[in-house]
């Protein structure tokens, strides 16, 4: 479970910045690639990395701004074009429907796997036996999704040598046993996996919101994430112009990775007014508030750690 | 006038060329760069060039597939975000409306300077007294364009020298001389400005295919024309796949160029199936039939002589 930042500027590509895309990388999970917004050239930063666009199995959009959207038409034509066949599914705000289906047909792109494309609600918008994901509006220009993905929590390793030293050998039954079930031996005796269960391993939270001022729903969407992916299109000093814009300072970032008790903060949808050397500067500001704060940059990778 | 290659590529962006896009650079000419085709991330190859968005005049497509329109909504919105007040004009297929429309209004973006979309049909689409534009069909996979750019000739220079040798001195009467009418001296002579201009300098001849069989309007569109920009999706031995995809070969865009008695053809529009290594057998294979053929790379630049 890896974190990957394609995209971190804001509004209009940089050279070392391009507009929004984030993936969060499900490999070992579920042999999938998630990605959370897509600007245009998404799929040209995908070029400079190991992802496979057939790989990307569910594309969620937080809002309809260009910048997180323009580069959906070409990543969803070249994932055909590339040999994907797989399903994949697109959510996003009412309207995100409407773009996709016109720029695939106006351009007479024909997807050799099945989109589905939901307009979605708050709440539980997707639900499997490995994840959940919530999602909840924030407070931008138009309509926007913060996203809460959720990974439900493992059973424990089954102890293998308690069950020797009570004469169970490994067999069929141990599968019914790491499942937690009951199994009754050819003695007589029965067994009840559950016993035999080390302690569940607890599943992980990456939130990934997207643009916002600061807002109670995204302290409640981030609530003890593991990691927490925020905007801050403006530094400290401009919590003004933030609000003006529908933005969030990197103080504000911190302040709700901090109220939410994250664990991890990554600053993005940083603006190209800020040059290189600023950018320790930023990252500082959010420090000040919640010393877990980390600066996104473009192809930065954070692989997510295990719960002690 | 220099030519701007931004995307060579065809289909799927590569590492080494982007989709479609060439900027007609008109700079001494008009102040101006003219764009054909506008594929996703056309907007990032200009962040690596000296173009700067607000100078973008025109923006002409010709056909309405994704790797020569994604790259629009983010161009547009970029133009204005970055102080483009200047009207810009897109021509284009039906259907790049709507295209243009949908991206821009479902991502609430507002333009600061004026937009017209023009949806052409063949014959000339612009004139003025610098150049004009003659739009014919081609033979693609849906309604596609080519485009022929024509200078118009411009006035020669004024002889000074002969007319101190007849005692006429500088001065105001020279700039109507300079437009070829005729004054009247103070000793009552008449002078006739077109006995004292040079020969007249040809304008020059840009011809732009957007992709295509071979066929008889792409001849016609590039009669004599100084530069020939013709797609070659497939080498010479894939005529069959050529025709069966809509598309050309090597050798049958060095065959328009050579009908046509162009002067220079530059190939473009080159499958990533071709690796770099094979690049320069392409440009032979044209060569052999057009001996000026060359093969487009991107952000290469050519400078369009003056015809002598
Ligand atoms: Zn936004
Ligand atoms: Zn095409």
């Given at each position: 479970m890896e974190l990957l930042f394609l995209g971190t500027g804001a509004g209009v590509p940089a050279k070392l910045r391009n507009v929004t895309s984030i993936a969060l990388k499900l490999l070992e999970e579920r042999g999938a690639v998630w990605l959370f917004d897509c600007g245009e050239a998404t799929q040209h930063q995908?070029?400079?990395?190991?992802?496979?666009p057939r790989r990307i199995e569910k594309i969620f959009i937080t809002h309809l701004h260009g910048d997180h959207i323009y580069g959906l038409p070409g990543l969803l034509g070249s994932r055909s074009f590339q040999g994907g066949e797989t399903k994949l599914t697109v959510y996003g705000p009412k309207?995100?429907?409407?773009?996709?289906?016109?720029?695939?047909?106006?351009?007479r792109t024909h997807l050799q796997y099945p989109l589905e494309v939901v307009e979605i609600e708050e709440g539980v918008i997707f639900q499997d036996e490995g994840f959940s994901v919530v999602a909840m509006g924030l407070d931008h220009a138009l309509p926007t999704f913060g996203y809460r993905v959720i990974e439900k929590d493992k059973p424990g390793v089954l102890q293998v040598d308690?069950?020797?030293?009570?004469?169970?050998?490994?067999?069929?039954?141990?599968?019914?046993?790491?499942?937690?079930?009951?199994?009754?031996?050819?003695?007589?005796?029965?067994?009840?996996?559950?016993?035999?269960?080390?302690?569940?391993?607890?599943?992980?939270?990456?939130?990934?919101?997207?643009?916002t001022r600061f807002c109670s729903n995204a302290v409640e969407l981030s609530k003890?994430?593991?990691?927490?992916?925020?905007?801050?299109?403006?530094?400290?000093?401009?919590?003004?112009?933030?609000?003006?814009?529908?933005?969030?300072?990197?103080?504000?970032?911190?302040?709700?990775?901090?109220?939410?008790?994250?664990?991890?903060?990554?600053?993005t949808h940083i603006s190209s007014r800020y040059a290189k050397e600023s950018w320790e500067e930023l990252e500082k500001e959010a420090r000040d508030v919640f010393p877990e704060s980390y600066m996104a940059r473009d192809f930065m990778e954070y692989d997510i750690p295990l719960k002690k």
């Open positions: 995908i070029l400079h990395t190991s992802l496979k309207g995100i429907k409407d773009f996709i289906e016109v720029s695939l047909s106006i351009s308690q069950l020797r030293d009570r004469g169970v050998q490994p067999g069929p039954l141990y599968k019914k046993l790491k499942c937690g079930e009951t199994v009754r031996l050819e003695d007589g005796r029965e067994i009840d996996g559950k016993d035999f269960l080390g302690p569940s391993i607890p599943g992980r939270v990456v939130t990934i919101l997207g643009d003890s994430a593991d990691v927490l992916v925020h905007e801050a299109t403006f530094n400290r000093d401009q919590e003004e112009m933030a609000r003006e814009y529908y933005h969030s300072t990197t103080k504000q970032a911190g302040k709700t990775a901090l109220l939410a008790g994250a664990r991890r903060l990554f600053l």
